[in-house]
């Protein structure tokens, strides 16, 4: 939440305040400093890398270097270099008006530093957001010098200023993020004779445009998104232009599948049926992630490319997608996911993983594979030394159980009948509520589990997200 806005609204005013100019990578690690000694959260929502990321980027922000962060696809690599402007201070006052934001005590550009001459004590000023001083830019094969860095203005130069007036320059992005953060995700894709133009930007912290005397002197941390360069087959960072960052820090998938969990339950957006969110029951969201793990493991799998967070992001989400359709079609009041949800997000995920080329024509299997296998080790860690004999009985007395992606939950428990020791079930599975979807969600797993430790045999019928499964003896 902002605080109000500073009161103080010219030069004169500003300096009676007592307020102290600071250069943002000192005002970037004063922040910094406060919050490690108060045990504040530093880069809040970034998950996994307390002990293994975070110390490397913290000592590169109190070193006040520009920095790279390099890792495979999904990884949280922009969402960490958006923390970091949060590092920040709340408010900054700037010349008002001025593209660059120019601080009032001492102006850069041509504009500001003629208004400072004339009006003195009385040079009106501006207050930023910190929200204001992050800037971005996606690197792509069309991004030009003029795009970063500047160009002549036209329109100035028509409206009768000369050629050679500063003034008639455009301003690129990252002059318009001076005395703030700016970040260019996806670095190697950015053309080498482009990335030539930021050697300036980082060691002498100024401008050059085209043919004109200007020197600008920036104030910005300057910061980068690369994959690793034996997979961006696309381009490099040019020799010179690494040299330049002072640090260069690699991120990594969760490490644990704890972390994992966290993660999905952080950022997936689930959608809402009935006024609330669909529910997504914690043993079918660790089957995502552990699904997610083995794919990244998975020898089928192009490794250099990894399975990105997004993977399990979207895995989530599709199957709670699932919950909502079939509850809108079959009149339920709450959509909570099953079992058969969980084959649809298959297809869903497919193009989301870069197979090795000998496993051509044979992804589908793949993965179907490895949810499997997610799902038999969920089964195995959760209801594995469970008391299943009340379950299994019927099965042994001839009872054949058919489930489906359509079925509605009060249908599958009425279909299953009484099941001794069900409450049991649905409590190591923390399934706290009593709803006919959460019941049918636990009875469902243990049917699943039943079949994938060969207690129980399946037969299958109609595509994914659509089909149906009888499970029998």
């Known amino acids: 939440m902002r605080s109000s806005t500073p009161r103080e609204t010219t030069l004169g005013e500003l300096r009676t305040s007592g307020h102290v100019q600071r250069p943002v990578k000192a005002e970037i690690r004063h922040n910094l400093l406060a919050r490690l ?10 998950v996994g890398f307390d002990d293994t990321v975070l110390p490397h980027l913290e000592r590169a922000l109190i070193a006040g270097h520009d920095l790279v962060l390099l890792g495979e696809r999904g990884q949280g ?14 408010w900054t006052p700037v010349v008002a008006g001025c593209e660059i934001n120019d601080h009032p005590y001492a102006p850069v550009c041509v504009r500001c530093r003629r208004l400072a001459a004339e009006a003195g004590d009385d040079l009106p000023v501006a207050w930023k ?3 204001e001083r992050f800037g971005e830019k996606l690197a792509t094969p069309d991004t ?14 028509a409206e009768g200023r000369t050629l050679g007036d500063p003034e008639t320059v455009h301003y690129g992005l990252v002059p318009r993020t001076n005395r703030g953060v700016f970040a260019i995700n996806e670095l190697p894709d950015l053309a080498e004779r482009i990335q030539v133009s930021l050697l300036n930007v980082l060691e002498e912290r100024d401008v050059q445009i085209r043919g004109y005397a200007l020197r600008l002197p ?5 910061v980068a ?17 690494k040299d330049r960052f002072g640090a260069e820090i690699r991120t990594h998938y969760p490490l644990t599948l704890d972390t994992e969990l966290d993660l999905i339950r952080q950022e997936a957006d689930l959608p809402d049926f009935g006024g609330r969110p669909a529910e997504v ?24 490319s990894g399975v990105s967070a997004r993977f399990a992001l979207a895995g989530t989400e599709t199957v709670a997608a699932g919950a909502v359709r079939r509850a809108a079609i079959t009149g339920e009041d709450h959509a909570v996911a099953r079992v058969a949800d969980l084959p649809a997000v298959v297809p869903t995920l497919m193009g989301k993983v870069e197979f090795e080329v000998s496993e051509e024509g044979r992804e589908q299997e793949v993965l179907e594979h490895l949810l499997r296998r997610a799902t038999a080790e969920t089964f195995r860690r959760s209801l594995g030394g469970a008391d299943l004999a009340g379950l299994l009985d019927k099965f042994d007395a001839g009872e054949i159980v058919e489930s489906g992606e359509l079925v509605p939950a009060a249908e599958l428990l009425r279909r299953v009948g009484p099941v001794p020791g069900l409450a049991k079930i649905m409590e190591r599975l923390e399934l706290a509520g009593e709803s006919p979807g959460q019941a049918a969600a636990a009875l469902e797993f243990a049917l699943e589990g039943l079949f994938l430790t060969r207690r129980l045999s399946k037969d299958s019928t109609g595509a994914p997200g659509d089909g149906t499964a009888t499970y029998r003896t």
């Open 218 to 222: 920036l104030d910005v941390l300057l």
């Open 225 to 241: 998104s690369a994959n690793p360069e034996d997979y961006t087959n696309r381009g490099r960072i040019i020799t010179p232009l």
């Open 37 to 46: 000694k108060s045990g504040q959260a530093r880069f809040p929502g970034v």
């Open 281 to 304: 029951p914690d043993h079918l969201i660790e089957v995502i992630a552990r699904f997610t793990r083995l794919a990244r493991e998975s020898n089928a799998v192009d490794a250099r």
């Open 144 to 157: 030009s010098v003029g795009d970063l860095i500047g160009d002549v203005d036209p329109i100035k130069v």
């Open 129 to 131: 957001h910190r929200d």
């Open 77 to 90: 690599k922009t969402r960490l270099i958006r923390t970091i402007a949060g590092l920040l201070d709340e």
